[in-house]
């Protein structure tokens, strides 16, 4: 079956490097990719790995390994308002999204 | 970017009842998809809608429970069937704006999402 799994919850404070993992099981896949969420609000898209290797994208970069079925966001500088859920999101037969369990971050002063 | 929205924004019902939820985009799109997502849960896929085209569901939902409208490429509508209590639940929509052709792209946008309750 497919399934995107990612740790539940990780906390962090100011200025700190988290690393959020997602080890995934699909079929038809295509690339990995992020989204945010804070609360109340809808998901806003972080970045799309369609090959292995690193994407860096401001102080966000995620990181995609096919043959590992793997990959993570990591997240530089972190400041209070990165304080929100994390999905990764498997891209299946080139047009849909598979989500992952989420990741809540908390950022702490 | 894009601008997507939904209507409504959230709606008490009575079980038995059907609710349809609106969702436009700003500019035209071939791809829009509907999710399901419980409070501090993950999204669930229910459908994608192309336009002209029937929706294609994913497995535990069905056309007779949720039937998806996409009249043109801006708009789609989910009509969420008689109610129970566990369709209490975030409804949300999306759009693809991927780049035709480019498969090293890949990005969608939401809407606001529809927080629905049945009573």
Redesign the interface.
């Known amino acids: 079956g497919q399934s995107l799994e990612q740790p539940s919850e990780v906390t962090a404070v100011e200025g700190a490097i988290v690393q959020i993992n997602c080890t995934y099981q699909t079929s038809g896949f ?2 990995l ?1 992020w989204y945010q969420q804070h609360d109340g ?5 972080l970045s ?1 790995n ?2 292995d290797g690193l994407e860096e994208t401001g102080r966000f970069s995620s990181f995609l390994s096919r043959s590992d079925s793997y990959g993570y966001l990591l997240l530089q500088e972190l400041q209070m308002k990165d304080s929100a859920s994390y ?1 990764c999101a498997a ?1 299946e037969g ?9 990741t809540r971050l908390q950022v702490f002063p | 970017s894009a601008v997507i929205s939904q209507k409504p924004s959230r709606d008490i019902c009575q079980r038995g009842t059907s609710l349809t939820i609106q969702c436009q985009v700003d500019s035209q799109v071939t ?1 829009m ?1 509907w ?1 399901r997502q419980q409070p501090g ?5 229910i459908a ?1 809608a192309n336009q002209g085209s029937e929706a294609t569901y994913e497995s535990g939902f069905v056309i007779d429970k949720f039937p998806i409208s996409r009249p043109n490429l801006t708009f789609s509508t989910l009509t969420v069937s008689n109610m129970s209590p566990e369709d209490s639940s975030i409804y ?1 929509c ?1 759009a ?1 704006f991927s780049p035709l052709g480019l ?11 529809t927080r629905l309750t049945v009573l």
């Not at chain 1, 609000?41 to 898209?45: H, K």
């Not at chain 1, 080139?94 to 989420?102: A, M």
């Not at chain 2, 849960?41 to 896929?45: E, K, M, P, V, W």
Request: proline share 4%; charged share 10%; net charge negative.
């Open positions: 295509y690339g990719s609000g809808a998901p806003t898209f799309y369609a090959l999905f891209l080139g047009d849909k999204l598979i989500f992952g369990t989420g | 791809m998809f999710y849960q993950s999204l669930t896929l994608t949300l999306s693809d498969s090293s792209y890949n990005e969608q946008f939401f809407g606001p999402g």
